[in-house]
């Protein structure tokens, strides 16, 4: 089977390299010319382990290629996963812009040379996308009955480990309206031995933003506890641990700290808040989770006031820039507001991140004015009188020696944002250790 797949951001990439893994023939649309020449040379344009490999093996047996223009792929294949973005606009919705124009594109291929298409949503749209792609299609096909047939695919991906995600999934979900379209899509799916939900289209969009949003709720749930512990005196990580044993809650997510970032939960979270007040649903426990999240940068920065007192001229470090490990995304990472707290304060900071300074720097323009970047850990804690863990890299956690760390440091002063290091030997090794959740009394 030839699969064809509109958009080689983050999802589509992530997707057609898998597929072709997988032994399909994949042919992808790629409108910008220079990314999809790029693609072609083998030359990786995310940073996602295992990708590169897989990319550069799949074009080297001609099972993977990229197009720059829609026709070039829709003509020739059965089956076209949309991948294009979707991202938020002002009031929290999600702009379908990107949608709309592959849908446009699509069906004036498909109105030169008709032949059944199946298009599969794997981009995380709002509720009722699939209705309105099939009303679209009628609208662009002015009277034509184009063999177009539109279903469901939501993606479970998380970044840095998109790869096994896709090939080791938990469940696949479809959802389809027609016994053709669902026959179709699983045909895509049948080396895998994952549970299969065959549902309808719309059912199949909610089970994502359900998804997202139940797990972005927990790790909410779980930092609101965290203030509790802090005013007192308990201790989240052991409530979180303790929690976590009950298989009805389970131990993953409960993880407290600096909150989440990226371009998921934060714009999915929005868009689903959105789709409530359109059919008059008040999700307040969404609009709580989102506030939490928002109040997570601030509790971390008042923890280190209460170590340092001022912060006016005090030299700080930030460690990591991306909303988490394995990943060069700095879309909604905590890092930017709790750097642009700290320049409030007077502080000079410096930020350190293994690779992604210049995404930051890209996208946080004037929060970067006037703070020092680092790659290299050591070298951006020489004289800080605190540092503040942000991302949990392994440069930081793992590999960092704190004794020596400690000694390149004005003052031993550190707050663990992600509660990830070892709090006694920190203690042992002279440091002053805070963490959320944990009074420093206590600490
Ligand atoms: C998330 C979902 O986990 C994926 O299933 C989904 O496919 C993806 O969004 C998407 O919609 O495309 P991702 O955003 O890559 O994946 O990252 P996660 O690993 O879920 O982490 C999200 C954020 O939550 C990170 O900032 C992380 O630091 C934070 N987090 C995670 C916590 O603060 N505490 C935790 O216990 C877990």
């Given at each position: 089977?030839?699969?064809?797949?509109?958009?080689?951001?983050?999802?589509?990439?992530?997707?057609?390299?898998?597929?072709?893994e997988q032994g399909?023939?994949?042919?992808?649309?790629?409108?910008?010319?220079?990314?999809?020449?790029?693609?072609?040379?083998?030359?990786?344009?995310?940073?996602?382990?295992?990708?590169?490999?897989?990319?550069?093996?799949?074009?080297?047996?001609?099972?993977l290629h990229f197009e720059n223009t829609p026709e070039a792929v829709t003509n020739q294949t059965d089956i076209i996963f949309?991948?294009?973005?979707?991202?938020?606009?002002?009031?929290?919705?999600?702009?379908?812009?990107?949608?709309?124009?592959?849908?446009?594109?699509?069906?004036?291929?498909?109105?030169?040379?008709?032949?059944?298409?199946?298009?599969?949503?794997?981009?995380?749209?709002?509720?009722?996308t699939s209705k309105w792609i099939e009303r679209i299609v009628k609208l662009y096909s002015k009277g034509l009955d184009l063999p177009i047939e539109v279903a469901s695919n939501p993606e479970f991906l998380r970044e840095g480990?998109?790869?096994?995600?896709?090939?080791?999934?938990?469940?696949?979900?479809?959802?389809?309206?027609?016994?053709?379209?669902?026959?179709?899509?699983?045909?895509?799916?049948?080396?895998?031995?994952?549970?299969l939900i065959s549902t309808d289209p719309q059912t199949a969009e909610i089970i994502k933003y359900a998804s997202n949003a139940f797990l972005a709720t927990k790790i909410s749930f779980i930092n609101m506890v965290s203030d509790l512990c802090d005013a007192v005196d308990g201790d989240?990580?052991?409530v979180a641990e303790a929690m976590g044993y009950d298989a009805r809650i389970g131990k993953y997510f409960l993880q407290s700290g600096?909150?989440?970032?990226?371009?998921?939960?934060?714009?999915?979270?929005?868009?689903?808040?959105?789709?409530?007040?359109?059919?008059?649903?008040?999700f307040g426990i969404l609009r709580s989770t989102i506030e939490i999240n928002q109040g997570r940068p601030l509790a971390l920065v008042s923890k280190l006031k209460e170590l340092l007192w001022v912060l006016k001229d005090k030299e700080i470090a930030v460690l990591g820039l991306t909303f988490k490990p394995e990943t060069d995304d700095v879309r909604e990472t905590p890092s930017a507001k709790i750097i642009e707290l700290l320049k409030e304060e007077g502080a000079v900071v410096t930020a350190v991140d293994p690779i992604g300074v210049r995404n930051f720097q890209a996208l946080y323009y004037g929060v970067s004015q006037g703070i020092r970047f680092e790659e290299n850990v050591e070298r951006a804690l020489v004289?800080?009188?605190?540092?503040?863990?942000?991302?949990?890299?392994?440069?930081?956690?793992?590999?960092?020696d704190w004794s020596k760390a400690k000694n390149l440091m004005e003052f031993p002063i550190l707050v663990d944002g992600r509660s990830c290091l070892d709090r006694d030997h920190l203690k042992n090794i002279g440091f002053e250790y805070a963490t959320l959740g944990r009074r420093i009394r206590g600490a």
């Open positions: 089977m030839k699969i064809g797949v509109f958009g080689a951001g983050y999802v589509g990439l992530v997707t057609a390299t898998c597929l072709a399909f023939e994949v042919w992808v649309y790629e409108q910008d010319a220079t990314k999809a020449e790029k693609l072609s040379r083998g030359i990786n344009t995310i940073y996602e382990p295992q990708l590169t490999e897989l990319l550069q093996r799949n074009l080297s047996c001609l099972r949309l991948c294009v973005g979707t991202p938020s606009r002002p009031d929290g919705s999600a702009d379908m812009s990107q949608i709309e124009s592959a849908i446009h594109d699509l069906v004036g291929t498909v109105a030169l040379s008709p032949s059944y298409k199946l298009v599969v949503v794997k981009s995380t749209v709002p509720v009722g480990a998109a790869v096994k995600d896709f090939m080791e999934p938990e469940r696949i979900v479809i959802g389809t309206s027609t016994a053709t379209a669902r026959d179709l899509l699983s045909l895509v799916y049948r080396d895998f031995s994952s549970p989240v990580s052991t600096a909150g989440f970032g990226g371009s998921c939960f934060p714009k999915d979270l929005r868009a689903l808040v959105h789709v409530g007040e359109q059919h008059n649903l008040d004289g800080k009188h605190g540092a503040i863990l942000v991302t949990p890299w392994a440069e930081f956690t793992r590999d960092l």
